[in-house]
């Protein structure tokens, strides 16, 4: 091998880790025999470790490590033969409770509309960003919908980030903006479009539950139900 | 059977690597910031599967990845060349004039890497990997692996010697 085939091969060489690799052996033996290449081998191996050390050193963001530990998705449990077992009996309790005792309305969508207004304080975001692209992959991926078309009021807002949530067996993705106004904006999207009581058009019935504003309204299939705690009137102007 | 990784000691672990791999793909911090908690969410979502922290590590950086690929194909950014640029040699970079550059900076001009040459350039400089490891990662074929790295390391030393002259250039000029 000629030292300047031994140069081209010997080009990726990093010392501390490729010093096994069998595919450097016949240039690191040339290397050895030509001074002038184990110069510039020993020159490289030196830019690659300062190079190296200086991309670690780059700074992180502060807050990266608590907002991934933070926004954890629960326990898949399902995968455990025991919690398995359990989640059937407890299925099947609730299959009975529904069947033997279920009161009036209980799939409603006012029922609905009062359990998404109470999550709007305890939920957690599952994707912070404001990228809507990510968004909707990320729901997609989640088996949450992903088929949703915002109004365009909604889209100038800032987009904070998604949750997946489940409901009556249903999964909704909720969407969090945060209005110029700076109220915070939810809006919950569900396939579930047989609620009783439920929104039957594009135009938006407005309401109020657990002291949180709503506007919902039905579009190809979609239920929607856009909530805040802010002023009511900033939903209406939401749709003028 | 030993137990899988417990989820917050694999983010503890392996955050900052992620995010450096990260942040040389899409170039900046909210993006970069975005992929690695996306990756972390696919992992606890699905990853339970894996037993060790080393095959974990490998998943992690492919699903990282393939994210980025993804996000990238949805806004039309992705770009599919053939190799045909001539082999060149290596810029000559002093280990010193490496040192004058603050470590963002360095990590900046990884992200403006000829695209194609990012993603095993990141793995070459910031893991321990093996090329056959980096070649896997990526599920690109051991010889692209290598001739990309050669590329990308081209163009990034070249990058640090423009770099460590515009700093030489400025210093001079203040002092």
């Known amino acids: 091998m000629t030292s300047e085939a031994a140069r081209k091969i010997l080009a990726i060489y990093r010392p501390t880790i490729d010093g096994g690799d069998p595919q450097f052996a016949d240039a690191l033996a040339q290397a050895e025999r030509d001074p002038e290449l184990a110069r510039w081998l020993q020159e490289q191996g030196a830019i690659y470790e300062a190079l190296r050390g200086k991309l670690k050193e780059a700074p992180v963001p502060e807050d990266l490590l608590e907002k991934t530990l933070r926004y954890r998705p629960s326990v898949v449990w399902w995968k455990h033969t025991w919690l398995q077992l359990a989640a059937c009996l407890l299925v099947l309790a609730t299959l009975a409770f529904y069947w033997l005792g279920r009161g009036p309305g209980a799939a409603t969508f006012e029922n609905y509309r009062r359990t ?62 945060r209005h110029q106004s700076g109220s ?38 979609n239920v929607y139900l856009l909530a805040t705690r802010g002023d009511p009137k900033l939903l209406r102007e939401t749709f003028q | 059977m030993p137990s899988p990784p417990d989820f917050e000691n694999l983010v503890r672990r392996y955050y900052r690597d992620l995010y450096y791999f990260a942040f040389s793909l899409a170039g900046n911090e909210a993006e970069a910031s975005d992929l690695v908690q996306e990756t972390f969410y696919i992992w606890a ?52 004039s490496i040192n004058r550059i603050d470590a963002a900076t360095a990590l900046s001009f990884l992200a403006r890497i000829d695209e ?41 030393l070249e990058m640090l010697t423009s770099g460590s002259a515009e700093t030489s250039c400025r210093g001079g000029a203040s002092s």
Not at chain 2, 117 to 136: F, G, K, Q, T, V
């Open chain 1, 116 to 177: 998404m207004a109470g999550v709007v304080s305890k939920y957690r975001m599952s994707l912070e960003t404001d990228d809507p692209d990510r968004v909707r992959t990320f729901l997609a991926n989640n088996q949450a919908p992903a088929d949703y078309v915002l109004p365009a009021s909604i889209t100038r807002q800032r987009l904070l980030g998604c949750a997946t949530l489940s409901w009556d067996g249903n999964p909704v993705s909720l969407l969090c903006f």
């Open chain 1, 184 to 221: 915070d904006l939810w809006l919950f999207v569900t396939h579930r479009n047989e609620l009783k009581g439920g929104p039957r058009s594009s135009d938006p019935s407005f309401g109020e539950a657990n002291a949180v504003n709503t506007a919902a309204w039905v579009q190809n299939g």
């Open chain 2, 45 to 96: 979502s699905k990853g339970d599967q894996l037993r060790e922290f080393t095959r974990a590590k490998s998943w992690l950086f492919t699903t990282l990845h393939r994210e980025f690929l993804q996000a990238q194909r949805r806004r039309g950014r992705i770009q599919e060349h053939d190799l045909d640029e001539v082999e060149r040699e290596l810029p000559r970079v002093s280990p010193e």
């Open chain 2, 116 to 156: 194609r040459y990012r993603a095993p350039l990141a793995l070459y400089y910031l893991e321990d990997c093996s090329y056959l490891e980096i070649s896997a990662m990526l599920d690109v074929p051991l010889g692209t692996v290598q001739s990309r790295i050669a590329r990308g390391k081209a163009q990034m």
